[in-house]
């Protein structure tokens, strides 16, 4: 059991590795910067509860599902 849980943490931190730079390109931000927008317009928390799901669609859908939740939120269109 704990193995499984080690290999879910393992795939949640690949993912959010991976797409965090992703969302960066896409807008042409800094990862850095691209992480605080994601954590203040609650991308990020969206990101984490459905990291399982989101991983198995398309990127570029991926990109677009955290801009909704952003914009949602307040964040810049």
């Known amino acids: 059991m704990t193995t499984d849980l080690q290999k879910a943490t393992k795939d949640k931190i690949a993912f959010l ?3 965090v730079p992703e969302f960066a390109k896409s807008f042409k931000m800094s990862i850095p910067h691209s992480y605080q927008y994601l954590k203040r317009y609650g991308a990020w928390d969206y990101l984490n ?3 399982w799901a989101l991983h198995t669609d398309n990127p570029f859908w991926t990109v677009r ?3 909704d939740v952003c914009y949602e939120n307040g964040g810049q269109r």
Do not use: R
């Open 49 to 51: 509860e459905n990291w």
């Open 17 to 19: 590795s991976f797409i």
């Open 65 to 67: 599902y955290l801009y």
